[in-house]
């Protein structure tokens, strides 16, 4: 099987981009390595530290193994990660790939703090990839009433996002470019800056990922991985669908008690929209 760097490197011959989905169990995770299977294309499956706090990282791993001793194409990765420690347990674990997130701190502080994740890996070398990240995207994954705060006011620059690749040495670079972490209620959609996307990843040199890509709309997000973003994350949605799913489930039959009936219908909802977003990114 490819490693991740080589499955990147696939995608962006091709042009396409790769989903990067977030899960909080066991069901979705399933579920989002159902929808690869079906569409026959590779999934990144992300956890944030607090999913997983929940689901347990050695439990991811051992998830992403299974599915991989069945032939399928499932890549883990440590999603946005606010301290050493949690990179360290991430890479030690065997994740494909972790992201150091420093974008609420200083440039400085948040390069000798990646640029320290980076070296960690490398020196480990289990061929964990290190993404950072620069710029505002906010870091919810809820239904939101207003836009996080200064969200438009600090996109990235191309001269910061090559100085920060020069110092820090990552693999990835998840930018500002107009998106946000979480979805208005009201349901406006955010606008994605494609130019910039091409111009930061001329300026960066290495492929950019795109966070929050829930809420956007499907050509914006097309047009996002064509310009640049080989990887693009979908967490928002996901959980949309998911207590959805299962909320339908129990409405429709109040007295079922028996699990793997009732979550069904969540896992099925995320297996859905999942395999939507994938065919998208993929152009078909
Ligand atoms: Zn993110």
Same mark, same amino acid.
């Given at each position: 099987?490819? +490693? ?14 790769? =989903? ?19 569409? +026959? ?30 032939? &399928? ?30 974008? &609420? ?32 995207? =906010? +870091? ?145």
């Amino acid at each position: 099987m490819q +490693t991740l760097r080589e499955a990147i490197e696939t995608a962006r011959a091709k042009g396409i981009a790769i =989903g990067h989905f977030n899960v909080s169990d066991s069901n979705q995770f399933n579920a989002v390595v159902a929808a690869g299977v079906a569409t +026959t294309l590779p999934v990144i499956i992300g956890v944030s530290e607090g999913e997983r706090k929940w689901i347990g990282v050695r439990n991811a791993v051992a998830l992403a193994a299974a599915a991989r001793a069945e032939g &399928h194409q499932v890549y883990l990765n440590a999603d946005h990660t606010y301290s050493f420690d949690g990179i360290k347990e991430a890479v030690d674990a065997g994740f494909d790939s972790v992201i150091f997130d420093g974008s &609420h701190l200083s440039m400085e502080e948040n390069s000798a703090q990646t640029r320290a994740a980076v070296e960690y890996a490398r020196a480990v070398g289990n061929g964990t990839l290190v993404e950072g990240e620069i710029g505002r995207i =906010g +870091t919810s994954s809820k239904l939101l009433d207003v836009p996080p705060e200064d969200m438009d006011k600090n996109l990235t620059t191309a001269e910061e996002a090559a100085t920060f690749v020069k110092e820090t040495g990552v693999d990835l670079l998840a930018p500002a470019v107009g998106t946000m972490h979480g979805r208005l209620k009201s349901g406006t959609e955010p606008k994605i800056d494609i130019g910039r996307i091409k111009l930061l990843r001329e300026a960066a040199g290495i492929p950019l990922v795109l966070h929050g890509g829930s809420g956007s709309s499907d050509a914006d997000l097309a047009a996002a991985g064509k310009a640049g973003c080989v990887i693009i994350h979908i967490n928002t949605d996901i959980r949309i669908a998911y207590r959805k799913g299962i909320e339908a489930a129990l409405t429709a039959n109040a007295d079922e008690i028996a699990p793997y009936k009732f979550l069904a219908q969540g896992t099925q909802a995320v297996r859905e929209i999942t395999e939507k977003y994938l065919k998208l990114f993929a152009g078909q």
